[in-house]
């Protein structure tokens, strides 16, 4: 039987890895035995306990060859609450990327670096140089509360915003796992230095007397099953929805007052992405409106609702785990009900706010205080040296020579800030001469606001491409865009290489899902400013079939947009059915080419990259360019 403060858990039999945490010792077993064997990967109840730690177990699918062991590699995550990755740490991740990973660290959606490639030989080595360098993996996968999200946006003047970055901070604090499992493992017993906890945290923590808690235990929140599935929350503040707010399990958002003191929180709970096709009982859900609390009580209320979701969670179908299902399932008012019985107390109501909108931070921008932060995109959050984009090598000399910290964007990108304006020539030099764009307008729009996920060869979930196809995918929807005369318009695409929708496609304007080999699920109609979930249009297209499917819903939001409607707000409001009637009796004007597929031509690598690098400079399309260029070869040798 699952340990719980009520008497809620189901008859029916729990899940198999309720039965693993349970026999872990708090997250210690099998993983501290096998950690010491001489093999090349864990078995699968190790793997299931290596997640708490931070680590997924991986194979690189494109070196698979039948009859041979699996390339098998372990996927580090970094818990960097708010995005703070401060400078000590960041050579640290460099150093072991090179060392021990695959040369690249990869900003996550979740304001996070991953080091892909490192061998389970190397794992106790790699976690415990991030810890001795002032990082954690801790709690950043599992079956537990994940990094919590903040605004990136270093503004000193607001105080909202650090406000949110404090709050991220101690929400996570209050969170994570007390065992002594991962300093016992990782370093041996030796806990590393780490900055002191904010007093009220450590009080919250302890304090009882409604549920909220199980005395005597070494996790007086989680118990010894810890959470059903995984718990996102975020921090953040009125009108700014960097954070995806709505696909979060928790969110707070910073109430203040007019002399910008904090006064408390509006909540919302119940956000969610995962699904599983052609699985109707799994969804994607947006975050409900649920309360007010007073600052005073905010931690009190955090742990009322990881409670509920703790004590009443489905814990025997992980697919239906999460509290999105949880509140769909008893409704808003009976879960407020029950909250409010760990709580303590009634709730307040949810407060007025403003409209959220997205925001990137791009570019060079002043800070409040006289000094300047500096946001830098990352196609796909993947930080990398590719012949003359050297974008690593630019991050390392930048922190090496200013002792600068970052943050880490919801959107895979990063914010250097806190830098000097005499500093800022000398910075700009260094990313110029690495290839790095800083300019937020040269970079093409639909790059900028595109997001994918790793998926192949490494992710174990992936059904298909994800970050090595979105380059490609990007530029033939421009392509598409300038011929049916759209040159001007962008919007929000996101990829995923499988359902479970880490890169947020849900919340796209335009989201690709992958459902097949080669083959991705299309949703359509999300907000530009991520606060709408989209739908799908389409359950599996070839990505050979991308231009003759997308050209009619093009042609028909060209013709009956109502003013600068977005592409996003214009399929929301004629509906699906609208836009498939239109292409079902959409006829193209000009028939560019009668194959069925589209004709293709490798490249090799440099010139694809001084090719991209041209485009960026010049504002064209890549196809546009080769174009130009082959008629004009071809020209002369006629």
Known sequence: MINSASSSISDRKPSKVEGIKEKSNFLREPLATEILEDTTHFTEDSIQILKFHGSYQQDNRDNRVKGQEKDYQMMLRTRNPGGLVPPQLYLALDKLADEYGNHTLRATTRQGFQIHGVLKKNLKTVIGTIIENLGSTLGACGDINRNVMAPPAPWKNRPEYQYAWEYAQNVADLLSPQTGAYYEIWLDGEKAITAQEHPEVKAARQKNGTGTIFHDSVEPIYGTHYMPRKFKICVTVPGDNSVDLYSQDLTLVVITNEQGELEGFNVFAGGGLGRTHNKEETFARLADAICYVDKKDVYELVKAIV???????????RRHARLKYLIQDWGVDRFRAKVEEYFGKKVKPFQELPPFKYQDFLGWNEQGDGNLFLGISIDNGRVKDEGKFQLKTALRTIVEQFD???????????????????????????????????????????????????????????????????????????????????????????????????????????????????????????????????????????????????????????????????????????GLDAIRQFSSTYRPEEVVSTSKYRHRVSLHDDIYLQLKQSSVRLNKPMTQLVNEALATYLAQLD
């Open 307 to 317: 409670a509920t979701q703790r004590d009443y969670g489905d814990r025997t179908d």
């Open 404 to 574: 600068l910290p970052m943050r880490l964007t919801p959107n895979q990108n990063l914010i250097f800030y806190d830098i000097l304006p005499k500093d800022r020539q000398t910075i700009q030099a260094i990313l110029e001469r690495s290839g790095v764009v800083t300019s937020p307008q040269t970079i093409p729009a639909l790059t900028r606001y595109a997001m994918a996920c790793p998926a192949l060869p490494t992710c174990g979930l992936a059904i298909t491409e994800s970050e090595r196809a979105i380059p490609g995918i990007l530029e033939r929807i421009r392509t598409l865009l300038d011929k049916v005369g759209l040159q001007k318009e962008h919007f929000v695409v996101r990829m995923t290489g499988c359902p479970n929708g880490c890169a947020r496609p849900y919340m796209a304007e335009l989201g690709f899902v992958g459902s097949a080999p080669e083959s991705y699920q299309v949703w359509l109609g999300g907000s530009p400013d991520q606060t709408r979930l989209a739908q799908p249009i389409i359950e599996k297209l070839h990505h050979d079939s991308l231009e003759s499917f997308l050209e009619p819903i093009f042609v028909f939001f060209k013709k009956s947009r109502q003013g600068k409607e977005s592409f996003g707000d214009f399929c929301d409001r004629v």
